[in-house]
């Protein structure tokens, strides 16, 4: 493939398919991860609040459910920012890499078993690299000025 043609603009259809894929991908892999912590490790994932006295166990639908809405929120912004801004991809990378440092704040509660912090960790990473390796791969500030999200 040359160059010329994998800077060329995706159609808006074939981004939209894309990102699609993308959140499809971020919600089923720390899915996947969860089901091998919980149901072939036998660990229970649970997270201790920062005084250590109150503990939450972390079941598959919160899971799916987070991952899910975090990633329809991030595709919402790099939308929005698209119709506003140049440089749109560089924001949003920010805002996901800012957004991802922050999500792993309830893991350093002291109650908190390795374990759990270790899959609970790599659930943060996994849905962080997927959404952002797809969504700037797709951005317009990668692919040049385009018309719809």
Known sequence: MTTQNMLAPTRPRSRRRSRALAVAAAVVLPSLIWMVTVLAFGHRLIVTDGSGSRSQEIGL????LLSLVVSLLGWGLLALLERFTRRAGVIWAVVAVLALGVSFLPLTGPGTAWASRVALGLMHVTVAAVLLT???RTSTTA???TQES
């Open 61 to 64: 639908p919160p899971v799916i």
């Open 134 to 136: 797809v969504f700037l």
């Open 143 to 145: 692919r040049g000025r």
